[in-house]
């Protein structure tokens, strides 16, 4: 059927996303990432990385070296930058993010309610497709953040899980 | 036509190839084993392959490298600096079997060469600190009596570093005295040394002096306070510290000591500057790594001045067109972690020099290039000009941050850093300026490297891939087989 929207179906890991501690030259940095995009100390900031540069937002930083350890050594744009990240930073967020722009079609999810493996949460329609995102496990729906109808970007927090 | 033989490697030995092209005269070349794929050999017409992987066996053989102004008929041979560039026995060989040096003679090598007695010469001229030649350590310690601590002993046929002892009290004398004596025999195949009253962090400051049989003149100072080591990492002229009446005396001092040695051809006395004061340290007898930033406020090619001075031709200027104007600095530019100073060796994989007017890169790096382990880690040194000081600082600080170099460390962010430091800035800094830096960072830099270091190397191909599935928007996921977790990757 030509012109008919395909479905998609999307099953986020209800671990959500990690949340991690970096500290880079004496300063700490508490950094998310989601699809194309971080939250770093807070901000949101738009990244693209390849193979030898980094984005953020319309800026380019050129990765000139890198030594990864325990404590890695950066020399990004032609400045030192010393990194480490502790192994015990990993704090388990519940919040379940856009994995792509679009409309959300349908909320099938409530504030309260429990859900298991499968459950049918959200429709997001996006690149002429219906995605349906799935609950990868079982949960309760603490907050619900979006409504039906309404446009979200990639990343936005769609529901948080308690 | 006449031939010259480049008896050395990397950015010295292109840069003295440059030169030889400007005067019409064929470069020639000698390479190891370990650098059959240098640059160098390509800037010159004929290169001979004359083995060895370690300086010993190649760059610092005088046999080998006869050998090869034999075989491929070079009139003249210019040694470059650091290798051969200060033998007076490798002097003496050109000497004998009719090469023209482009150096001193055999002579005034083996006078700059024994520091005891370039030290005597020029105490006539210039204050020296106290001290002597000591061949018992009886004598080093009633020395001590005169002169104090901390003291600094050196080889008397030394350079480079080695052989040079510290020695803070009485307890650490008679160890360092041995020690020092075993490294300069070593070394130099002379265990002579010498003791100095050590000056603590003074400033660096150097005078190019350029000769020929009938006359010695200057091309003015070069400030090289800034080192690690004792091996220079930034250098500027002129220097920040000089009035312009100290500046006369000490460049007249300069050539005077190189006419008392009958000098001929370029050379650079160095001096010690402290609380107004300065001490004569030493005269080498070599074209400097250093040379360009003299080179950029002179508009004097040192190497073509060489030439001349070696052919006979003679000085091609006199002191009254010395005429120095504006302000030039150079960073040297190590393959090395820049903030501790660990040589590095590796493949470079990127190497993008900035360019512009009062740009000067001398280099013999290249993208692809593999450093080989067996010579020194400088990779580039870059010159700014300006027309005053701080015109060539910012010009130095927007081509440092525009230098690409990837695959390897390199000391670019201690130079940015030292730029912008406040004591560097003011022009008003010693040899301790390194062990005090703090590094520079910005913080737009460090989310940068905060988030590199959190995201999954594998990434880097994952997001173009998954791209390509999103946007096919025909594409059917429920019929596969399998669910895709975009997150999958980050959440792991």
């Not at chain 1, 929207?5 to 991690?20: E, F, H």
């Not at chain 2, 003149?217 to 090289?224: A, K, M, P």
């Not at chain 2, 005429?323 to 150079?330: D, F, L, T, V």
């Not at chain 2, 870059?382 to 000081?389: A, Q, S």
């Given at each position: 059927?030509?012109?008919?929207?395909?479905?998609?179906?999307?099953?986020?890991?209800?671990?959500?996303?990690?949340?991690?501690?970096?500290?880079?030259?004496?300063?700490?940095?508490?950094?998310?990432?989601?699809?194309?995009?971080?939250?770093?100390?807070?901000?949101?900031?738009?990244?693209?990385?390849?193979?030898?540069?980094?984005?953020?937002?319309?800026?380019?930083?050129?990765?000139?070296?890198?030594?990864?350890?325990?404590?890695?050594?950066?020399?990004?744009?032609?400045?030192?930058?010393?990194?480490?990240?502790?192994?015990?930073?990993?704090?388990?967020?519940?919040?379940?993010?856009?994995?792509?722009?679009?409309?959300?079609?349908?909320?099938?999810?409530?504030?309260?309610?429990?859900?298991?493996?499968?459950?049918?949460?959200?429709?997001?329609?996006?690149?002429?497709?219906?995605?349906?995102?799935?609950?990868?496990?079982?949960?309760?729906?603490?907050?619900?953040?979006?409504?039906?109808?309404?446009?979200?970007?990639?990343?936005?927090?769609?529901?948080?899980?308690? | 036509?006449?031939?010259?033989l480049i008896a050395n490697r990397g950015e010295i030995a292109t840069r003295i190839a440059?030169?030889?092209?400007?005067?019409?005269?064929?470069p020639c070349g000698i390479y190891s084993e370990a650098d059959k794929n240098s640059l160098h050999v390509k800037y010159c017409?004929?290169a001979v392959n004359i083995g060895g992987m370690t300086p010993?066996e190649s760059y610092l053989c005088?046999?080998k490298v006869?050998?090869a102004?034999?075989?491929?008929?070079?009139?003249?041979v210019h040694p470059g600096y650091g290798f051969l560039a200060?033998?007076?026995?490798?002097?003496?060989?050109?000497?004998?079997?009719?090469?023209?040096?482009?150096?001193?003679?055999?002579?005034?090598?083996?006078?700059?060469?024994?520091?005891?007695?370039?030290?005597?010469?020029?105490?006539?001229?210039?204050?020296?600190?106290?001290?002597?030649?000591?061949?018992?350590?009886?004598?080093?310690?009633?020395?001590?009596?005169?002169?104090?601590?901390?003291?600094?002993?050196?080889?008397?046929?030394?350079?480079?570093?080695?052989?040079?002892?510290?020695?803070?009290?009485?307890?650490?004398?008679?160890?360092?005295?041995?020690?020092?004596?075993?490294?300069?025999?070593?070394?130099?195949?002379?265990?002579?040394?010498?003791?100095?009253?050590?000056?603590?962090?003074?400033?660096?400051?150097?005078?190019?002096?350029?000769?020929?049989?009938?006359?010695?003149?200057?091309?003015?100072?070069?400030?090289?306070?800034?080192?690690?080591?004792?091996?220079?990492?930034?250098?500027?002229?002129?220097?920040?510290?000089?009035?312009?009446?100290?500046?006369?005396?000490?460049?007249?001092?300069?050539?005077?000591?190189?006419?008392?040695?009958?000098?001929?051809?370029?050379?650079?006395?160095?001096?010690?500057?402290?609380?107004?004061?300065?001490?004569?340290?030493?005269?080498?007898?070599?074209?400097?790594v250093?040379?360009?930033?003299?080179?950029?406020?002179?508009?004097?090619?040192?190497?073509?001045?060489?030439?001349?001075?070696?052919?006979?031709?003679?000085?091609?200027?006199?002191?009254?067109?010395?005429?120095?104007?504006?302000?030039?600095?150079?960073?040297?530019?190590?393959?090395?972690?820049?903030?501790?100073?660990?040589?590095?060796?590796?493949?470079?994989?990127?190497?993008?020099?900035?360019?512009?007017?009062?740009?000067?890169?001398d280099t013999a790096m290249?993208?692809?290039y593999s450093i080989p382990s067996f010579y020194d880690s400088l990779i580039?040194?870059?010159?700014?000009?300006?027309?005053?000081?701080?015109?060539?600082?910012?010009?130095?600080?927007?081509?440092?941050?525009?230098?690409?170099?990837?695959?390897?460390?390199?000391?670019?962010?201690?130079?940015?850093?030292?730029?912008?430091?406040?004591?560097?800035?003011?022009?008003?800094?010693?040899?301790?300026?390194?062990?005090?830096?703090?590094?520079?960072?910005?913080?737009?830099?460090?989310?940068?490297?905060?988030?590199?270091?959190?995201?999954?190397?594998?990434?880097?191909?994952?997001?173009?891939?998954?791209?390509?599935?999103?946007?096919?928007?025909?594409?059917?996921?429920?019929?596969?087989?399998?669910?895709?977790?975009?997150?999958?990757?980050?959440?792991?």
């Amino acid at each position: 059927m030509i012109g008919a929207k395909k479905t998609n179906i999307l099953i986020l890991s209800l671990s959500g996303i990690n949340k991690m501690i970096v500290v880079v030259n004496g300063n700490n940095y508490d950094i998310v990432i989601f699809g194309s995009k971080a939250r770093v100390n807070g901000r949101e900031i738009e990244i693209n990385l390849g193979e030898d540069y980094i984005t953020l937002g319309r800026k380019t930083f050129h990765l000139d070296y890198i030594e990864e350890g325990t404590v890695s050594f950066f020399i990004i744009n032609g400045i030192s930058y010393t990194v480490s990240r502790s192994l015990t930073d990993v704090i388990e967020s519940k919040e379940i993010r856009a994995p792509i722009g679009g409309r959300v079609v349908e909320v099938m999810a409530k504030e309260g309610q429990e859900i298991k493996k499968g459950d049918l949460l959200i429709i997001l329609e996006a690149m002429k497709m219906e995605n349906l995102i799935r609950a990868s496990s079982a949960g309760r729906i603490g907050h619900l953040l979006i409504q039906k109808g309404q446009s979200v970007k990639t990343g936005d927090i769609l529901l948080i899980l308690e | 036509m006449y031939k010259l033989l480049i008896a050395n490697r990397g950015e010295i030995a292109t840069r003295i190839a440059r030169s030889c092209r400007k005067l019409g005269i064929s470069p020639c070349g000698i390479y190891s084993e370990a650098d059959k794929n240098s640059l160098h050999v390509k800037y010159c017409d004929e290169a001979v392959n004359i083995g060895g992987m370690t300086p010993v066996e190649s760059y610092l053989c005088i046999e080998k490298v006869i050998d090869a102004v034999k075989k491929l008929g070079c009139d003249l041979v210019h040694p470059g600096y650091g290798f051969l560039a200060e033998s007076a026995e490798f002097s003496e060989t050109c000497e004998e079997n009719g090469i023209t040096f482009v150096g001193p003679s055999s002579k005034t090598l083996g006078l700059s060469g024994d520091k005891v007695r370039a030290r005597e010469i020029a105490s006539k001229f210039a204050p020296i600190v106290e001290g002597k030649e000591i061949s018992m350590y009886d004598e080093a310690s009633s020395l001590t009596q005169i002169i104090g601590f901390p003291l600094i002993i050196k080889a008397v046929k030394g350079g480079g570093g080695r052989g040079l002892r510290i020695v803070n009290n009485s307890r650490e004398l008679k160890n360092a005295f041995s020690s020092s004596k075993n490294e300069a025999s070593i070394s130099f195949g002379s265990d002579r040394v010498y003791i100095e009253k050590y000056i603590q962090n003074p400033r660096h400051i150097e005078v190019q002096i350029i000769g020929d049989k009938s006359d010695v003149i200057h091309l003015g100072e070069r400030e090289c306070s800034v080192q690690r080591r004792h091996q220079k990492l930034i250098e500027e002229t002129p220097s920040p510290a000089l009035t312009p009446e100290i500046r006369d005396r000490l460049t007249k001092i300069a050539v005077s000591i190189a006419k008392k040695m009958a000098y001929t051809n370029a050379g650079t006395v160095e001096f010690l500057y402290k609380d107004g004061r300065f001490y004569f340290m030493e005269l080498n007898s070599r074209i400097q790594v250093e040379h360009p930033i003299t080179e950029m406020v002179t508009g004097i090619d040192i190497v073509e001045q060489q030439i001349h001075v070696s052919t006979s031709k003679g000085l091609t200027i006199k002191q009254t067109d010395v005429k120095p104007k504006g302000h030039a600095i150079e960073c040297r530019i190590n393959a090395e972690h820049p903030v501790t100073f660990v040589p590095h060796v590796g493949t470079i994989k990127q190497f993008d020099p900035p360019k512009g007017d009062g740009v000067r890169i001398d280099t013999a790096m290249f993208a692809g290039y593999s450093i080989p382990s067996f010579y020194d880690s400088l990779i580039s040194k870059l010159i700014c000009f300006g027309n005053n000081r701080n015109e060539a600082i910012e010009k130095m600080m927007r081509s440092l941050s525009s230098f690409r170099i990837s695959g390897i460390p390199t000391t670019i962010p201690f130079h940015v850093s030292a730029l912008r430091d406040k004591r560097f800035l003011d022009g008003n800094y010693d040899t301790s300026f390194v062990n005090q830096l703090n590094y520079f960072s910005s913080k737009e830099g460090e989310i940068a490297a905060a988030l590199i270091s959190v995201i999954p190397k594998k990434i880097h191909f994952l997001p173009k891939n998954k791209l390509d599935l999103w946007n096919r928007s025909r594409f059917d996921w429920s019929k596969e087989d399998q669910h895709i977790d975009p997150f999958f990757e980050w959440n792991k």
